[in-house]
């Protein structure tokens, strides 16, 4: 059974920092590139970062390039986001998936409870 445990979120300053991790069970970690998402108020869950299997290549959404890094320990089954200089609008629930770089979405169709992240002064 494929479980994703996502930890770490908060509430932030504007501008601060936040590292989020996502433990993942059910499937081989290391065998899959990962992914986080993220879904506002009122908004879709979108793409905000991926990484290939080994980590040796990451994709970033454009919003958060240079601010954001995903992160991942295969031998601790977890992958992780390190959130800088974060924003108002970034409040959102954050998600972990396996990621498919090939069709550019999830693998799979469940999904962890995520973890709530609040940027707000």
């Known amino acids: 059974q494929v479980q994703f445990v996502e930890s770490g979120g908060g509430l932030v300053q504007p501008g601060g920092s936040l590292r989020i991790s996502c433990a993942v069970s059910g499937f081989t970690f290391s065998n899959y590139p990962m992914s986080w998402y993220r879904q506002g108020p009122g908004k879709d869950r979108g793409l905000v970062a991926a990484i290939t299997r080994g980590g040796a290549s990451t994709n970033y959404a454009d919003s958060v390039k240079g601010r954001f890094t995903i992160s991942r320990d295969n031998a601790k089954n977890t992958v992780y986001l390190q959130m800088d200089s974060l924003k108002p609008e970034e409040t959102a629930v954050y998600y972990c998936?396996?990621?498919?770089?090939?069709?550019?979405?999830?693998?799979?169709?469940?999904w962890g409870q995520g973890t709530q992240v609040t940027v707000s002064s």
């Open positions: 998936n396996a990621y498919d770089f090939w069709s550019r979405r999830p693998l799979y169709d469940n």
